[in-house]
Every structure is written in structure tokens, then in C-alpha cells.
């Protein structure tokens, strides 16, 4: 969801001259990209009396960059208005699902403030600063602060005891209850993120913020660029990641990029390579299934409960919303629902996982949320893919990802955010456009540009 004046597409014409900024100023934007995308990774739920820091920061950061640089504010609410409208409007559906089911006004307020607002604060101050460091600057710093939890996870996965304290201190920090924490109990690995999912959420995001970058940069060259080989080696590490904290469906989604991107970008001899890859792994693939549940690697598992319960999950959340179309609010707990459908799911396999998991699902859980009313967004939804489909491509194992799992744009995940700044950053080709360089100039105490 990428608003901006014109379509993101990568272009196929000379780039406009960009606009630049002072070293410094680009290295604090920068660096405050880096700062804000790393605590929210290690520190996402760090609050004091109820209210979390992370959104403090962003408005904080928010407010510094306004005084500094007003036109770049305005640049950022001109890009991402529609954003900001569909923020508003899912706020006043879920506030009058939520109501309509009797949620305390508390819990609706707080909601709006922590889920639509932060969302909105956080973009505005990720698009400002990618505008001030520079697409590639912005990337980088995405990158390498989603780097630090990987590597972390990887210590951790090759047993390193220093790694697993750091862990556990961050979370006495944010009162996070370890102790009641299954994956830190059996030492899943997860970097200094809040749990292997949100490690995944993460991995996923800062390739497509790399993908995002090299499809960009691509695109500015004057003849059609093939297959990307940095972006192949951004898709391995994305597996690596994935393999280390034991997460399938990143894994699923980079096989399916993959797939996409060799059609789309890659010659008739990669097509013919990926046919009978294909049918090689067809014919194989009895053999493959029967390794795969005799393994004890989690990633090679396919029968465990984890696996076969996602149907289980998906039915119960439609037969929710098949009986309450308008939704059920901010406030709603699956979990507290499943005894008035047991009837229709214990012979579904790993049926019990209803009473113990959320719905897994980030397109069920919006409906169960928001209801029907999901549907007057739809055109703005639209618009924005559309404005932004140069970069779908990239989305992909992200996409795969929240499938199987609760999060996505304002549920669950404020790091999209920083990734559709980052790509907002990147200005499509526009000959009408005055291609002369701005001069960075000095009035008072407030950096504008002339």
C-alpha cells in the first residue's frame, strides 16, 4: 500500500535528478531509520503506564523532523494520503464493530491510538526520513538493523548461551513472561525479536525493501536489466533466516517469488530450467513428504500440529464471520468462541488448536475484526496496490507469510511502515518535472528547500 502523486513504478526512462540533501542531515535520517526499526525489533513492547515508547519515539522524531524540515512533512502527507484515509476508516468501522459487540470505549480508544494512529505517525516519519536519506541510505539502514536479530538468532541457533541472555534480558525489560514462552523454552531461535514469527515478519520485510531497491535501480537503466543475481542472494539469506528460527511459510513465499521472478524477468532457457525443476520435484515428491515427517527439523515437518491446523484455524474463523458479518471489534479473542463450534470442528485434524491459538490467518483476522465493513475501504485498498504494483513483486514472501500468521498492515506489524517509506522514496521518471538539483538553504533555525 504505496501512496504517492504518480505511479511507483520502476521506470524505464532516465530517473529524475533526486533530491539531496546535506551529508549530515542524510546520515541522521538515516541513522534515525536504523535506531527506529531496531527498537521496534528488540523493544516492541516496552511501554510506561500503558503507553508504548516506540510510539513516543515516532512522535517525537515525527515533531523534530516538522520544525526541521516542514516541506518534507508535507511532501510525506501528500504522498500518503489515501493511507491516512484508510487508516481513519478502518479506525471508525473497527470503533463501530467494537461497539456494537460491547467493548468498553477504553480498549477502542487505546486501539485507535496504538494500531491506526501510531501507524500513520510511523509512516509519515519513515517517508520523511527516507526523503532525507535517500532510497538506497533508507534501505540499507532497514536492512542492517533486521540483520542484528539475524545474526543474534543465528548465535543462538549454534547454541551460544550469551545469545539467549541477551534474549531474556530484553525481555525482563519489557516484561515479556519468558518463563510461559514456549519457543524460549525449547530455545527456538529468534534474535533479540519478540518471537520467531515476528522474526520472520521481519526477514521477509527487509528483503522486500532490498527487492524493492534493486527492482528500482533496475528500472532507472536505460535497457532492460535479466535475472538480478544480488536480489537471488538477498532470497537465499531470506531462507537461511527462515531455516534458523524454524518458520515455513517465508520459505513458501520465497519459492514462489522465485517462480515469478524467473518468469517474469528471466529468458525462455530459465523457464525450461524451472519446468522440469518442477516435474523433478513432482515425481520425487513421495519420497520428499516421507523425509520430511520423519525429520526433526521443524522446517522439514509437515504433519505436526502446527501444520495441519491451519485449515482448522481458517474454517473456524470463516464460520465466525459467516455468523457475524459486521465483525466482532478490537476486542475479540477467538479462542474465547470455540465452544459454540466444536460440533462442526473436532473432526478436523488438530482440532484443539482452536481453544489454544489466534486464527493465523492476517486476511481472516481482519474480517473477524472489521466485518463486511472492510468492503467500503476496498476501492482505496486498490488504489493503493495499484499505485504501487511496480513493487507487488517484491511483497510476495512477505504476502505468503502473514497468511499463516497474525500480522500485517495495522495488525501486529509497525515495520511495513519504514519498508513503504522506503519506497515512497523512490521517485518514478517524470520529464515535466524540473530535473535542476535544490539547493538546501538556511532560514532562522529550519532547514527549507529552495
Not at 540483520?147 to 539467549?164: H, N, S, Y
Not at 468462541?337 to 486464527?359: D, F, I, K, N, T
Not at 483476522?365 to 517484491?394: D, E, H, K, S, W
Request: hydrophobic letters at 55%; charged letters at 10%.
Amino acid at each position: 500500500m504505496i501512496q504517492s502523486g504518480r505511479p511507483l513504478r520502476p521506470a524505464r526512462t532516465p530517473a529524475v535528478a533526486m533530491r539531496r540533501s546535506d551529508p549530515i542531515v542524510q546520515w541522521f535520517a538515516a541513522a534515525s531509520i536504523a535506531f527506529m526499526v531496531l527498537f521496534n525489533i528488540a523493544l516492541i513492547s516496552l511501554d510506561v503506564a500503558s503507553i508504548p515508547i516506540r510510539g513516543v519515539l515516532a512522535v517525537g522524531l515525527l515533531a523534530l523532523f516538522g520544525v526541521l524540515w516542514p516541506g518534507e512533512l508535507q511532501r510525506a502527507i501528500s504522498r500518503h494520503s489515501l493511507v491516512m484515509v484508510l487508516a481513519g476508516a478502518l479506525a471508525a468501522i473497527g470503533a463501530f464493530a467494537s461497539l456494537v459487540n460491547g467493548a468498553q470505549m477504553q480498549i477502542v480508544f487505546r486501539t485507535i491510538l496504538e494500531v491506526h494512529i501510531q501507524a500513520i505517525v510511523t509512516l509519515l516519519f519513515a517517508t520523511m526520513a527516507a526523503q532525507l536519506a535517500g532510497p538506497r541510505a533508507s534501505v540499507i539502514a532497514i536492512v542492517s538493523a533486521t540483520a542484528v536479530t539475524v545474526f543474534i538468532a543465528a548465535l543462538q541457533f549454534a547454541g551460544l548461551e550469551a545469545a539467549w541472555s541477551l534474549r531474556g534480558m530484553l525481555g525482563t525489560i519489557q516484561d515479556h513472561a519468558l518463563q510461559d514462552d514456549s519457543s524460549f523454552i525449547n530455545r527456538r531461535p529468534m534474535g533479540v525479536s519478540f518471537s520467531p514469527i515476528h522474526l520472520s515478519t521481519q526477514a521477509s520485510l527487509a528483503f522486500t525493501a532490498y527487492a524493492g531497491l534493486r527492482f528500482w535501480e533496475g528500472g532507472r537503466q536505460s535497457t532492460p536489466t535479466g535475472i538480478d543475481a544480488k536480489i537471488i542472494v538477498a532470497l537465499a539469506l531470506l531462507i537461511a533466516a527462515s531455516i534458523i528460527c524454524a518458520t515455513r511459510s517465508p520459505i513458501l513465499g520465497a519459492a514462489i517469488f522465485l517462480v515469478l521472478y524467473m518468469t517474469r524477468h528471466g529468458n525462455a532457457l530459465w523457464v525450461m530450467l524451472m519446468l522440469v525443476a518442477g516435474l523433478a520435484l513432482y515425481v520425487a515428491s513421495p519420497a520428499i513428504l516421507e523425509f520430511m515427517q520423519g525429520s526433526e527439523h521443524r522446517v522439514l515437518r509437515v504433519g505436526d500440529n502446527s501444520s495441519s491446523g491451519r485449515l482448522t484455524l481458517a474454517t473456524f474463523g470463516m464460520l465466525l464471520f459467516l455468523d457475524n458479518p459486521l465483525g466482532y471489534g478490537f476486542d475479540f479473542v477467538s479462542q474465547q468462541h470455540w465452544g459454540r463450534y466444536w460440533q462442526e470442528l473436532y473432526r478436523l485434524p488438530s482440532a484443539g488448536v482452536v481453544r489454544e491459538a489466534e486464527l493465523h490467518n492476517y486476511v481472516i483476522n481482519m474480517l473477524t475484526t472489521y466485518g463486511v465493513g472492510l468492503l467500503l475501504v476496498a476501492p482505496v485498498i486498490f488504489t493503493l496496490l495499484r499505485r504501487g504494483q511496480g513493487y507487488l513483486l517484491a511483497f510476495v514472501p512477505y504476502i505468503i507469510h502473514i497468511l499463516f500468521h497474525n500480522s500485517g498492515p495495522f495488525w501486529n506489524d509497525t515495520l511495513i511502515w519504514f519498508v513503504i517509506g522506503a519506497l515512497s522514496a523512490m521517485p518514478a521518471a517524470s520529464p515535466a518535472r524540473d530535473t535542476r538539483e535544490p539547493r538546501l538553504v538556511r532560514v532562522g533555525r529550519t532547514f527549507v528547500r529552495s
